[in-house]
């Protein structure tokens, strides 16, 4: 009877500890790539905003070169 | 599928900027109405043609004043048009990006959007012109320095300094190249008892209008209504008259980029003097501001080589690029 009340409080404070770790887990990688989604979004929008990508939009309209730096 | 449209509704001219084709149009901001149907007669040049000389049933008005909208239908009714000169129909509901000053209040803004919508578009998102300005003007934004812009346009002047892609400091009034023309009518009717019309205004402006003495500082003969007689006369005006006319909000446009460069950051500071500020929009082009600011702010001042244009070609690369551009949208920032 002991030995039956130990084995079900060992298995049920290892499942709670799995689904614990299971939790945190899942909450750091998503934090993670919410990071990394903040990083691709600030990259894209400079990169937008480079001379390169200006070229089409601006340039065709301007054909003075870009100003000196 | 219609093409999405990027339009700088200025107090001025209207512009618009098609995906793909450039700029498709440019036009005063002007519209006549017949004012007992309410029928719309003419726009764009046609109508700025008829402004001060029209019969009493006629009213060529500019629907928006110091960057706003002054009346709401007219001004619907204006971007209706526009959108479908440009090809826009029923069926076809593009996007569009519209520039408006940076100091819109929320109810302003909310009637821009309100009105593109309603004219046919099926998103409207707005862009500061500053913001719009620096792209258009081709400056290096997406670096790390400092970008000063001075946008002055019909009814505002907007100095913003712009770093990695976003405003870093900003200051606008509602004082443009109209008060400009308003200031020389004020003078004329004090100086000379001479009524003009803002058209002849704007014409001396342009003609001898200065913010610094110059080289090529001149006289013009001008005709208007003589206010005691009620004949036409006709006076001579020299440029330092104008010069002395003008001298209000010129000053409050300067007093403004003083403002702007005491906000910005030390760090930032310093790259104006090497690089300077940039100026654009039509107001610009007064003959001696740049030098005037340059002189009051001892900091360089350079001209873009398209004045007019720069602000609806930054709006139009946002549209080119509207999912990576989309967080310098007034709305995503609020």
Same mark, same amino acid.
């Given at each position: /009877?002991?030995? /039956? ?8 404070? /290892? ?7 299971? $939790?945190? $887990?899942?909450? $750091? ?41 | ?10 107090? &001025?001219?209207? !512009? ?9 149009? @440019? ?71 519209? *520039? ?7 109810? =302003? ?18 862009? =500061? ?13 997406? #670096? ?46 004090? #100086? ?48 330092? =008259? ?17 403002? *702007?460069? &005491?906000?910005?950051?030390? #760090? !930032?500071?310093?790259?104006?003097? &090497? ?10 082009? !007064? ?30 690369? *946002?549209?080119? @690029? ?9 709305? &995503?920032?609020?």
């Amino acid at each position: /009877m002991i030995a /039956m009340s130990f084995i079900t409080s060992f298995f049920t404070f /290892m499942a709670v500890v799995s689904g614990g770790t299971l $939790l945190v $887990l899942v909450y $750091l990688d998503n934090r993670k790539s919410r990071i990394d989604d903040g990083i691709a979004q600030f990259r894209r929008h400079i990169d937008a905003l480079s001379p390169e990508a200006r070229r089409n939009s601006v340039h065709h309209n301007n054909s003075d070169d870009r100003w000196s730096r | 599928m219609a093409r999405d449209l990027a339009i700088d509704l200025g107090t &001025a001219n209207t !512009l618009v900027y098609m995906k793909g084709r450039g700029i498709v149009l @440019n036009e005063p901001s002007v519209i006549a109405v017949n004012r007992q149907s309410g029928e719309v007669l003419a726009t764009g040049h046609e109508a700025w043609d008829m402004i001060g000389r029209t019969p009493s049933y006629i009213v060529a008005v500019r629907p928006l004043r110091g960057g706003a909208i002054t009346d709401f239908d007219i001004t619907e009714r204006m971007i209706r048009l526009l959108l479908q000169r440009v090809g826009v129909s029923r069926f076809t509901r593009p996007k569009v990006v519209i *520039c408006v000053p940076s100091a819109i209040t929320e109810v =302003e803004r909310r009637a821009v959007t309100d009105a593109t919508r309603r004219a046919g578009a099926s998103d409207a998102q707005l862009i =500061e012109q500053p913001m719009a300005a620096a792209i258009g003007a081709n400056l290096p934004i997406d #670096e790390p320095v400092g970008n000063m812009v001075i946008d002055i346009g019909g009814g505002t002047t907007e100095t913003a300094v712009i770093s990695l892609g976003g405003v870093v400091a900003l200051e606008a009034i509602r004082v443009g190249s109209f008060d400009i023309d308003a200031a020389i009518q004020n003078y004329v009717r004090r #100086e000379h008892g001479v009524a003009i019309g803002e058209r002849t205004a704007e014409e001396i402006k342009i003609q001898i209008g200065s913010a610094e003495p110059g080289p090529d500082d001149r006289s013009a003969d001008i005709r208007g209504r003589d206010l005691v007689t009620g004949l036409p006369k006709t006076v001579r005006l020299t440029a330092e =008259e104008v010069r002395f006319a003008i001298d209000e909000p010129v000053a409050a446009m300067v007093l403004s980029v003083k403002r *702007c460069l &005491a906000k910005a950051p030390p #760090e !930032l500071a310093q790259d104006f003097l &090497a690089r300077g500020m940039y100026l654009v929009g039509g107001g610009g082009m !007064l003959r001696g501001l740049a030098q005037r600011i340059q002189r009051e702010t001892q900091v360089p001042v350079k001209m873009s080589p398209q004045p007019l244009e720069a602000v609806v070609l930054g709006a139009g690369h *946002c549209i080119e @690029n509207y999912q990576a551009l989309r967080g310098m949208f007034m709305g &995503a920032r609020r």
